[in-house]
């Protein structure tokens, strides 16, 4: 406790506080000190006093006693100022000593002072590290040991939860198990319910199906009796119809035969005279459209005015030569906007009509253009007549020639001719041929070709289709489903659905582009008989209004007659401009 007390202490001055004792030992030093310098100023004085009285009563005595007492009192008081000032020093040099001796020993104390309140600051600074480091410990204990008693605590809660799952568990378990038990009873007794009133309908159904059965067959007999008799009958009749079919069949066989080989001679011989380069050939084949139209021009335009009735003369026949009012305007206004009101030849018209039907048909200049696909997929659709079949042995021809593996489906299957037909075509292309019976399903037929297609490895498959007229919805409607049967073995095709209209029907071959692009994904035309009729300018009318692509044009019957389509070559031919124009690449 001593000790501790004396640490504190310490420590306290240490912090410039004081204890009460040294306070006080201090002031009674203080106080002496003052005490001392205060006895030796008395003293001093004293001395001093002493001195002047004694020299007052000296120079009193001197008075009385003569003269010369004043110089030995002079020499006695200089002698007793220097011994005071030399007791004087030496009390000077005393306490100057004595306050040297406090000050160190001031000093040693405020160092032995320093020193313990060090000790004491370090052994407190220990204590205090000890004591946290203590806290820390014991705050650590307490904390593992509330963990643990939460981890048992945590434990023996899961514990009991488990119980009581497994607890509830078992008693479900039990509860289903009387469930089951129950619902098993009740379905055994239903089933041997069911199985009575199912035994019980069985005999009541077989009993009323024998009855039925007994009736039925009495029935059968009585019908199969009559049926012989009406099929005898029936037999007779269409003996004697198929009979006479096929007698007009041979009949309209040989008639065609016949005027096709009238018809052949006379264009092989129309042909001997027209060989030459593509343009002639193009040019002699166009020759009834063109002559009509470039000897109108030539009729209207010898050196004369382009006024605005030389326009609507020129207009006029423009659309009666099928060119269809768009072409007609485009072509006028070319013309008026360098030569109105001054004079045009008529090879000046000619030359501008030349231009306006080459810009409308060169975006559409495109040759039929096989993909890697196998078979390429060749579906050939029109109305009666507009030269599908001839088209297409054309074409085939052509394929055959670049050694391509070609299969013709014959999909007109209304017609014997026509398959009669199509085989004369396969004969001199040299291709296979594949066809069903008459009036067989046409998509049946095209479903076949197209599995014996792959199978074969064919390049291409060109399938040849029944004439349609484009208002006979149930035809086409027949063709649609075609399509489809093509399209379900192979999304892609047909890879080319070749439209081929007869030039000679004119303005009707518009709505027939319609209808079949609607119906069946036409993707190209082929026009044909452009040798046989003045009105081929409708094949720019209709490329100004569906731009479809042209593959060719068809200029005669014979296999050769068939052309790529040539935008500039046609315009020229057909606008009566004789060009040097170089011909095409042939597919
Ligand atoms: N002058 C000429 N005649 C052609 C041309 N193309 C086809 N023909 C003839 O037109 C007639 C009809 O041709 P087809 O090929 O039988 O026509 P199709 O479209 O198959 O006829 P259907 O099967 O009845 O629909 C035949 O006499 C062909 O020789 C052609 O470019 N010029």
């Given at each position: 406790m001593a000790d501790d007390n004396k640490k504190k202490r310490g420590f306290l001055s240490k912090l410039g506080f004081k204890s009460k004792e040294e306070k006080l030992a201090e002031e009674a030093a203080e106080r002496a000190a003052q005490q001392q310098l205060v006895d030796e100023a008395m003293a001093a004085r004293m001395a001093a006093i002493n001195a002047a009285a004694l020299k007052s009563a000296r120079e009193q005595d001197a008075a009385k006693s003569g003269v010369d007492i004043a110089a030995e009192d002079e020499a006695r008081i200089a002698a007793e100022e220097k011994l005071r000032a030399e007791e004087q020093a030496r009390k000077d040099v005393e306490a100057a000593k004595r306050l040297a001796a406090e000050k160190r020993a001031k000093e040693i104390e405020a160092k032995r002072l320093a020193e313990e309140e060090a000790a004491f600051a370090a052994e407190e600074k220990a204590r205090l590290e000890a004591e946290a480091k203590a806290e820390a410990e014991r705050k650590a204990r307490a904390a593992e040991a509330e963990k643990v008693r939460l981890a048992q605590a945590a434990k023996r809660k899961a514990e009991e939860e488990a119980a009581l799952a497994k607890a509830a568990k078992e008693q479900g378990e039990r509860e289903a198990q009387a469930l089951r038990e129950k619902q098993e009873a009740e379905a055994k007794a239903r089933a041997e319910e069911d199985a009575r009133i199912a035994a019980e309908q069985a005999e009541r159904e077989a009993r009323e199906k024998a009855e039925a059965e007994a009736a039925r067959l009495a029935e059968r007999d009585a019908a199969r009796k009559k049926a012989a008799e009406a099929a005898a009958v029936e037999a007779a009749k269409l003996e004697a119809e198929r009979e006479a079919k096929l007698t007009e069949d041979r009949r309209i066989a040989d008639e065609l035969a016949a005027q096709k080989a009238a018809e052949q001679a006379a264009i092989e011989a129309t042909a001997a005279n027209s060989e030459g380069g593509f343009l002639d050939r193009m040019s002699t084949g166009l020759k009834k459209s063109t002559s009509r139209m470039s000897d109108s021009v030539s009729a209207i335009f010898?050196?004369?005015?382009?006024?605005d009735a030389a326009i609507e003369e020129l207009e006029d026949l423009l659309i009666s030569s099928d060119l269809g009012v768009g072409v007609a305007t485009k072509v006028t206004t070319l013309l008026a906007k360098?030569?109105?009101?001054k004079e045009v030849t008529d090879m000046e018209v000619k030359i501008a009509l030349a231009d306006v039907i080459s810009d409308i048909l060169t975006p559409l200049e495109k040759p039929i253009v096989l993909t890697?696909?196998?078979?390429q997929i060749m579906l050939f659709v029109g109305v009666n007549g507009s030269g599908k079949t001839t088209t297409l042995g054309k074409i085939a021809k052509r394929y055959r020639d670049q050694g391509k593996k070609v299969m013709i489906a014959a999909?007109?299957?209304?017609?014997a001719a026509a398959v009669e037909q199509l085989t004369v075509w396969a004969e001199r292309s040299d291709a296979e041929i594949i066809s069903g019976k008459l009036g067989a399903d046409a998509a049946g037929l095209v479903y076949d070709a197209i599995e014996q297609a792959k199978a074969k490895d064919v390049d291409v498959l060109m399938i040849d289709t029944a004439g349609r007229l484009q208002n006979r919805t149930e035809l086409m409607d027949e063709l649609s489903k075609v399509v489809r049967v093509i399209k379900k073995q192979?999304?892609?095709?047909?890879h080319h659905c070749i439209l081929v209209l007869d030039a000679t029907v004119g303005q009707n071959a518009l709505s027939q582009t319609e209808v079949f692009r609607d119906t069946a994904g036409v993707t190209g035309l082929i026009m044909t008989k452009l040798d046989g009729t003045?009105?081929?300018?409708v094949l720019v009318a209709l490329s100004d209004k569906y731009k479809l692509p042209i593959h060719a044009i068809g200029?005669?019957?014979?296999?050769?007659?068939l052309e790529n389509f040539s935008a500039p070559v046609f315009a020229a031919a057909l606008s009566g401009v004789a060009d040097a124009l170089t011909p095409p690449a042939q597919n």
């Open positions: 010898t050196k004369r005015k382009l006024d360098d030569k109105f009101d890697e696909t196998k078979p999909g007109d299957t209304f017609r192979d999304p892609s095709a047909p003045a009105k081929g300018g200029i005669g019957e014979r296999i050769e007659d």
